[in-house]
């Protein structure tokens, strides 16, 4: 297999064109002009200057920096959740509903950041089925959660949907049932938008969605941590 073909050129700068070709370095003057930046056009790939720092590279290091403060508040609120659950009584039918739903909180929270960004071809695909696996581990949970406090409330005998924490539940689990098959679809049935490039075009709206239902997950998780069960127990 032969190797990636590399063009570079160098655009002549007003130095050059200024002195004649037989003029030494010793004889230019100290204050010339800068060298222009080397262009490097590579197969396969996106020209780029050399010496230049790219904006993606900027972006990107934006996005490690508010990934790492994203990661530490997680881990705090997880673990202060299990603690809850722990002191409160481990196990119980109802303690289940707060466990999974919080796997839930770090499934949207970690299939988010595994997309900030990615830009190469290879970056997109590896990060895009880990998005998907995560998000569907996360649902699997939240169907599971749900289930749990919804047969809670009926063992107990108690009304269901009378908080704001329950109605943004049953509201944020149904947002998060559509996010889920729309991009499932936009991926597999790319026929159903007219294509593939239709459905690639959607993926900002999908996008978009996303970060709303990344809010209201973690609103309603955070009506759930001022409970009455959670308070005590922390």
């Not at 080397?38 to 904006?55: A, Y």
């Not at 466990?99 to 499934?107: G, K, Q, S, Y």
Request: hydrophobic fraction near 45%; charged fraction near 10%; proline fraction near 6%.
């Amino acid at each position: 297999m032969s190797s990636p073909k590399t063009t570079v050129t160098r655009p002549r700068s007003s130095s050059d064109t200024s002195h004649t070709s037989h003029t030494s370095d010793t004889q230019r003057p100290l204050l010339s002009d800068p060298p222009t930046p080397t262009l490097v056009v590579l197969h396969n790939d996106e020209p780029q200057l050399v010496g230049t720092v790219k904006p993606i590279h900027i972006l990107r290091r934006l996005a490690d920096i508010m990934s790492l403060f994203a990661q530490l508040g997680l881990v705090i609120f997880v673990v202060s959740v299990y603690t809850a659950i722990i002191k409160a009584g481990w196990p119980s039918p109802f303690a289940w509903h707060p466990a999974l739903m919080t796997i839930l909180l770090v499934a949207v929270t970690e299939g988010i950041l595994i997309l900030q960004p990615t830009t190469t071809p290879a970056e997109k695909a590896t990060g895009l089925n880990l998005h998907k696996w995560t998000l569907i581990i996360g649902y699997t949970c939240a169907i599971g959660g749900s289930s749990v406090i919804f047969y809670n409330k009926v063992l107990s005998g108690k009304e269901h949907f009378t908080t704001t924490h329950s109605q943004l539940g049953a509201f944020t689990s149904s947002y998060l049932l559509i996010q889920l098959l729309f991009g499932l679809s936009m991926v597999y049935l790319p026929n159903l938008f007219g294509g593939v490039g239709k459905a690639k075009a959607l993926w900002k709206y999908h996008r978009l969605s996303g970060y709303f239902l990344f809010i209201f997950v973690w609103v309603t998780a955070q009506f759930g941590a001022h409970s009455d069960w959670y308070g005590p127990c922390i």
